[in-house]
Structures are given as C-alpha cells and as structure tokens.
C-alpha cells in the first residue's frame, strides 16, 4: 500500500481539529493527534468544540488537555439542533481569520447526526484551500462508511486513546456503545483494511489530497 508522511521535513505542524460536541474530535481522531505530537517538535493544535455546556464543557477541557491541545475554543450551540444561520457561519468565518492550519481534521460529511454532517460541511465550505481529513464516530445510527485514508497507530498509542477516552468522559461511561472493546474493535478493523504493522488504525476520509 503506497503510504504518505505528513510529517516528514517539518519541524511544526499546525493542526485544526473541529468536533461538534464533547468527545468527537478524541473518538475520532484522538489516536493521530497523539501520533503528531510525537513526530514533530511543535504541533500547534487548536481544538473546536461547538457544543460544550456545564459538566460536558468541563468533560471537553480535560481531552482536550489528555490529547495536547495548545488552544481550546468552546462554543454553546445545542446540542442536536445545529442550524445553518448567520451565528454558526459567522463563528467558522471567524475561526478561518485566526487559525491558518496545515490540516483540519473534522466530522464525516455522510455522517447522520444533523449536528456532525453540517460541522462538515461548514468546514468544507470555509477552509477551502486546505488539507481537510473526515473523521468518523461509531454510533447506533450504523453510519460507518468505507475510508480511503488510514493512520497506522502503535499499540501503546491506540491504548492512550481509549483510556483518555474512559477517564475525561465520565457522563458517557453508562451508554452502552461507550465502551474500551468498541473503540479497540473500530482501531482493529481499520487495521485490518490497512495491514497496519500493529494491526491498528484510525480511517479517514480525504475528498481532496494533492501529493
């Protein structure tokens, strides 16, 4: 499998990562912010949750501490009923004049949370010019798609993740799909697909990638 390394060459790397609500941005791609911030010297990571209140504001914080967010941006949109209007175009507009990303990581634009899907397309509609890579989240909808991107993580990293995940989520613990087999079994068989050396992976999709 032909493979890419974008972190070869580069001292810094600056890293947007956009979820909707508290826990995404770690389910999703927690594992390959982990393995960037251990091959560059600086990662410079701005971490965007749009729906964090109360307990799960708090929850937000602490991954975003666990996964090495450099500046975090917490935003009160509720939950599940995201609108595309004037306020949240405008916060994304916003983010575009502050950050200059060499890659956003964001929701999956086929995913079907209303909330996950419109993430995604703002994301696309605002950094245009950018490496964007769609993460995915395992949920009861069975939404999980076919990804044409892999990031091969090592045991210990993909081992990090899932018990970052259990230790900042306390609220999440009682649902039954929050769970250290499930998020293992997501790495493993995206591992598979990708003949991951450790077996391990995190899938993503890339609609546009100039090598």
């Known amino acids: 499998m032909l493979t890419v390394d974008l972190t070869r060459g580069r001292e810094r790397l600056n890293v947007l990562a956009i979820g909707a609500h508290s826990d995404d941005i770690e389910i999703g791609c927690g594992g390959t912010l982990l393995r960037l911030a251990a091959e560059v010297a600086e990662l410079e990571l701005t971490w965007v949750v749009l729906s964090a209140r109360g307990a799960r504001a708090d929850e937000a914080r602490a991954g975003a501490a666990a996964f090495g967010a450099t500046t975090v941006e917490l935003e009160d949109f509720e939950d599940a009923f995201f609108n595309y209007g004037r ?3 405008d916060h994304f507009e916003a983010l575009k004049e502050r950050v200059s ?4 990581l964001t929701h999956h634009g086929s995913d079907l949370h209303q909330d996950h899907r419109l993430v995604a397309e ?5 950094f245009r010019d950018h490496l964007i890579l769609e993460y995915e989240i395992p949920k009861y909808d069975g939404d999980l798609g076919t990804p044409n991107l ?3 993580l090592d045991e210990d990293v993909a081992r990090r993740k899932v018990s970052s995940l259990l230790e900042c989520f306390g609220s999440q613990r009682s649902k039954a799909w929050f769970t250290e087999d499930l998020f293992l079994a997501l790495l493993r068989l995206r591992g598979m697909e990708s003949r991951a050396p450790s077996g391990l992976a995190e899938g993503f999709y890339a609609r546009k990638l100039a090598v």
């Open 122 to 126: 703002l994301t696309w509609n605002t």
């Open 87 to 89: 306020e949240v175009k």
């Open 150 to 152: 892999f990031v091969h």
């Open 101 to 104: 990303p060499d890659l956003v």
